[in-house]
């Protein structure tokens, strides 16, 4: 049987990925397909969805594939190995015959041999959502406005109009608010069509952005009144991760 060989040069970007799809998904498969690496899973109350896209030119090995080969993966014993990664490793995964070697290259080489896993599931189409608020900044702001409303709440509210994204949390523990104006420094691209409003459980959002802003400077912010979030981080060596959460509804 062949044997199908993905090397990728930072191993501690490689794990951070991981460890912003573990965020949503226990088991899910990487797709290796002729032009890269993609993954796409829910998690199981289907309220959100990760979507990963890795151009094969992100990597510096990657194989020949005439039709998709699935790689099956247990995320919780995944990061148990990557946890072991060193400064300046590479990572490689070399699939052959229902197994998956992942190598960590450094000074020396280790390397632990996974069933790959048979995951179940449907194609997931992407969701079909007329955007109506688009705001590209910087993810640790992002990351920070998360963090603020989670002290003082367990939702977050986006808020959008033709002068500036607003989010903001409230209870009985306080308010929270951070504003971004169309001019700011931080705020790369704008683009409002019509005002939007929409709240999204804090409890995903936390851990996605907080784990996500770590291999991203970047996020794409874009939702619509009452219908979901998607947030799309840019991936240094390319490609991108985009995370889809369903709105809370009165």
Same mark, same amino acid.
């Given at each position: 049987?062949?044997?199908?060989?993905?090397?990728?040069?930072?191993?501690?970007?490689?794990?951070?990925?991981?460890? +912003?799809?573990?965020?949503?998904? !226990?088991? /899910?498969?990487?797709?290796?397909? +002729?032009? %890269?690496? @993609?993954?796409?899973?829910?998690? +199981?109350?289907?309220?959100?969805?990760?979507?990963?896209?890795? #151009?094969?030119?992100? $990597?510096?090995?990657? =194989?020949?594939?005439?039709?998709?080969?699935?790689?099956?993966? &247990?995320?919780?014993?995944?990061?148990?190995?990557?946890?072991?990664?060193?400064?300046?490793?590479?990572?490689?995964?070399?699939?052959?015959?229902?197994?998956?070697?992942?190598?960590?290259? %450094?000074?020396?080489?280790?390397?632990?041999?996974?069933?790959?896993?048979?995951?179940? %599931?449907? !194609?997931? =189409?992407? =969701?079909?959502?007329?955007?109506?608020?688009?705001?590209?900044?910087?993810?640790?702001?992002?990351?920070?406005?998360?963090?603020? /409303? *989670?002290?003082?709440?367990?939702?977050?509210?986006?808020? /959008? &109009?033709?002068?500036?994204?607003?989010?903001?949390?409230?209870? *009985?523990?306080? !308010?929270?608010?951070?504003?971004? *104006?169309? &001019?700011?420094?931080?705020?790369?691209? @704008?683009?409002?069509?019509? #005002?939007? +409003?929409?709240?999204?459980?804090? !409890?995903?959002?936390?851990?996605?952005?907080?784990?996500?802003?770590?291999?991203?400077?970047?996020?794409?912010?874009?939702?619509?009144?009452?219908?979901?979030?998607?947030?799309?981080?840019?991936? #240094?060596?390319?490609?991108?991760?985009?995370? $889809?959460?369903? #709105?809370?509804?009165?």
């Amino acid at each position: 049987m062949a044997k199908y060989i993905l090397t990728y040069l930072d191993a501690k970007e490689f794990a951070y990925i991981v460890d +912003s799809i573990s965020v949503l998904v !226990e088991e /899910a498969s990487f797709v290796v397909r +002729s032009d %890269g690496l @993609f993954l796409r899973a829910l998690d +199981s109350s289907r309220t959100a969805m990760v979507d990963l896209s890795l #151009p094969k030119e992100a $990597f510096e090995e990657f =194989p020949e594939v005439e039709q998709e080969l699935k790689i099956g993966m &247990n995320f919780k014993d995944l990061k148990k190995i990557l946890r072991r990664i060193k400064k300046g490793d590479k990572i490689s995964m070399e699939v052959e015959e229902g197994r998956v070697r992942i190598k960590l290259v %450094g000074k020396s080489v280790r390397s632990v041999t996974l069933p790959s896993v048979e995951v179940v %599931g449907e !194609e997931l =189409p992407t =969701p079909k959502v007329v955007y109506t608020a688009m705001v590209k900044t910087a993810s640790d702001i992002l990351a920070t406005a998360v963090k603020d /409303a *989670d002290a003082v709440a367990d939702e977050v509210k986006f808020e /959008a &109009n033709e002068e500036a994204l607003v989010i903001g949390a409230s209870s *009985d523990k306080g !308010e929270v608010e951070v504003r971004l *104006d169309r &001019n700011s420094e931080l705020v790369y691209e @704008f683009d409002v069509k019509e #005002p939007a +409003s929409a709240r999204y459980s804090l !409890e995903y959002l936390l851990d996605i952005v907080g784990r996500t802003s770590r291999i991203s400077d970047i996020v794409t912010i874009e939702f619509a009144t009452a219908k979901p979030l998607l947030l799309t981080f840019d991936i #240094p060596a390319g490609g991108k991760i985009s995370y $889809f959460l369903a #709105p809370r509804v009165e």
